[in-house]
């Protein structure tokens, strides 16, 4: 809220004075794309990584196989 990414608004006709509804602002919404954009990144990176990980090992399996 500080940052003005997000709006709190209270429910004025909830009886659970708990119940809050948060709004990203358009800022906010952007800054969430952003996080999402690089989380996603992140985990494509990660998993060509490992990819080529798997990769390697059933390559190194095939030629220990060969010479075995």
Not at 24 to 38: D, F, I, K, Q, Y
């Given at each position: 809220?500080?940052?003005?990414?997000?709006?709190?608004?209270?429910?004025?006709?909830?009886?659970?004075?708990?119940?809050y509804v948060y709004v990203?602002?358009?800022?906010?919404?952007?800054?969430?794309?952003?996080?999402?954009?690089?989380f996603l990144q992140r985990k494509m990176d990660e998993y060509e990584a490992l990819k080529a990980e798997i990769e390697a090992l059933k390559n190194e399996i095939a030629i220990n196989t060969l010479k075995g």
């Open positions: 809220m500080g940052k003005g990414l997000v709006k709190m608004k209270n429910f004025a006709s909830s009886k659970n004075k708990f119940g990203l602002t358009p800022s906010g919404m952007a800054e969430r794309a952003a996080v999402t954009h690089r």
